[in-house]
């Protein structure tokens, strides 16, 4: 608290200088979560298909019917509401 960025950097690196064994000792201490294999299997290849082609749907759809109504507007309101 109330360090300087540059005072926080040149601190980290004198500890890493000072301590070259830290870093690997902080990966190993984390260590890795390992799941069940029913906890990651959550999405099959046709429901990915099937959202893929939802979202798909919707962005044509969302741009696509503001856009056919914006062309068969006359210029001259148009341009009056800008």
């Known amino acids: ?3 300087s960025p540059r ?3 040149v601190l980290g690196g004198r500890v890493i200088a000072e301590e070259p064994e830290l870093i690997p000792n902080l ?3 984390v260590g890795v979560v390992d799941f069940p ?4 299997d959550v999405w ?10 939802a979202g ?6 969302g741009a696509l019917l503001p856009a056919r109504s914006a062309a ?3 210029i001259a309101p148009v341009l009056h509401t800008e």
């Open 72 to 74: 068969r507007t006359p």
């Open 44 to 53: 099959h290849a046709p429901q990915l298909a099937a959202m893929l082609l």
């Open 27 to 29: 990966y190993r201490d």
């Open 1 to 3: 608290m109330g360090d």
């Open 56 to 61: 798909v749907t919707i962005a044509v759809l």
């Open 37 to 40: 294999e029913y906890m990651k």
């Open 7 to 9: 005072h926080r950097t």
